[in-house]
């Protein structure tokens, strides 16, 4: 069965940082977008970040929204099968769930709908 287990989540002071986990595994296909979505209640679900890979592991366009560009990185480790999602300079509007999802055919990697499969979660609040 393919799984995401996120990780790393927690409670932060503003101007902190923390480094988010994403493992994966299952998969028999090539993964093309792999990313990280956020959604705090009440909100609606924002892409983060996430890496277009166009189905190869040897490459891969990293994009993100505007409000953590400069401060977010994220990172995909193939022979770990883990993606990163490091934070820095973190702001209490950055409090939300955080989730890993991956599509398994081309498409929007900005687009949720694009994404076939999604981790549960981890938390991040930032005081």
């Known amino acids: 069965d393919v799984q995401l287990v996120e990780s790393g989540g927690g409670s932060v002071q503003a101007g902190g940082s923390l480094t988010l986990s994403c493992s994966a595994s299952?998969?028999?296909?090539?993964?093309?977008?792999v990313g990280w979505f956020r959604q705090a209640p009440g909100e609606a679900r924002e892409d983060v970040a996430h890496?277009?890979?166009?189905?190869?592991?040897?490459?891969?366009?990293?994009s993100y929204a505007d409000s953590v560009k400069g401060r977010f990185a994220v990172s995909l480790n193939s022979a770990k099968n883990t993606l990163y999602l490091h934070m820095n300079s973190l702001k209490p509007d950055d409090t939300a769930m955080y989730v890993c999802?991956?599509?398994?055919?081309?498409?929007?990697?900005?687009?949720?709908?694009?994404?076939?499969?999604w981790g549960q979660g981890t938390q991040v609040t930032v005081s």
């Open positions: 999802a991956v599509a398994d055919s081309a498409g929007d990697c900005y687009s949720a709908s694009e994404y076939n499969y």
């Open positions: 299952g998969f028999t296909d090539p993964s093309y977008c």
């Open positions: 890496i277009d890979s166009d189905g190869r592991s040897d490459f891969g366009t990293s």
